[in-house]
């Protein structure tokens, strides 16, 4: 596989993806989108946004070791350098909004505001973690959030964003249904029916691939006829539009327009974020399909590391301020973790509460 090059431009660095020649756009010299997205915003949205992203490394970096500790047990999917997709593009949307995603769920539910130590604990198997400790890592809920879920089964969760959707359109509400999926699931049967029902009946579904160029330890390039995915939403005359996943001005300035646009009259969309994950598919893969340069390359258009340094090129967060933040949130997540070694196992006699047998 032809490795992706990263190269300075005069301004920007461009990081170009195999295969698809699409350009990370560098926040170092913003575009005049991204800065009427940062006029939009303002300074304190942006920063609560940068702390999002922290909050969504912090813990899955602590959830690894404690992983290693044999604290957590089953599997655990990191979102790690995908941070800037769900935290962009659910800054967009309102409290009332669904949204649905798959196993790699840990940034969503964050990003959507449940609170780090209902979810550590549902890693920990606790009672206090938000589906009482039956769910761990894969299957994040809130119904309080609209968080239909995080999904083991691939694609498993379009369809019920789409009956989201559905019912927003059906109820004569305003609200969207956002689907989060990988760039394995778009070849599934099921999201083309989606896809299908949602254009044809002009459903408020955002479908949102994140093309983290891998699905289990096939590349796309393996495995999907098309390498940009956006083009597919032309099957059913829909929107398709792409967007720098690395980049959180570009993800959240996209979402809103796309957000705007479908509250005044509903249709569907497919936004692929072009992005790529920094660890294995799971905690327990080694990655032997992709080399550490590869890896390394990508790790320079950090999504976390790009925001910081535009926050300190406007003068919004100095060293010291960035400094403070830093040990702030990885204080809430220790005591996030605390609070899951603390609470209480679940109950024995409840193991067949909550479980659904049709
Ligand atoms: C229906 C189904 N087939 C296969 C699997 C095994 N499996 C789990 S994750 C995965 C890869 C999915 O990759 P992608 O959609 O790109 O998501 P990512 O892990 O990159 O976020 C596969 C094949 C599954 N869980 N469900
Ligand atoms: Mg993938």
Redesign the pocket.
Known sequence: MKPAVARSDRNRRVVEFPHVQFKLLSLAKPTSRQKAVVDGLGKEKLIEMYRKMLEIRFFEQRAEQMYQQRKIGGFL?VYMG?EAVATGILAAIDKDDYVVT???DHGVALALGIPPGALMAELFGKVTGVCGGKGGSMHFYSKEKNLLGGH?????QIPIGLGAAFRAKYMGTKQVSVIF??????N?GVFHEAANMAALWNLPAIFVV???L???G?S?SRSTAVSNMAVRAASYDMEGLQVDGMNLLETYGVMKEVVDKRRRDPCPILIEAKTY?YRG??ISDPGNYRSKEEIANYRTADPIAQVKKFLNDLGWMDDAAAKAMDKEVRQEILDAVEFAEESPDPDPAARDRHVFVP
């Open positions: 999917h995908e798959s196993y790699r083991g089964i691939v694609g498993g999926f990988g760039d394995g699931a778009i599934q994140e093309n983290n891998y699905g289990m096939t796309v994950r598919h799971s």
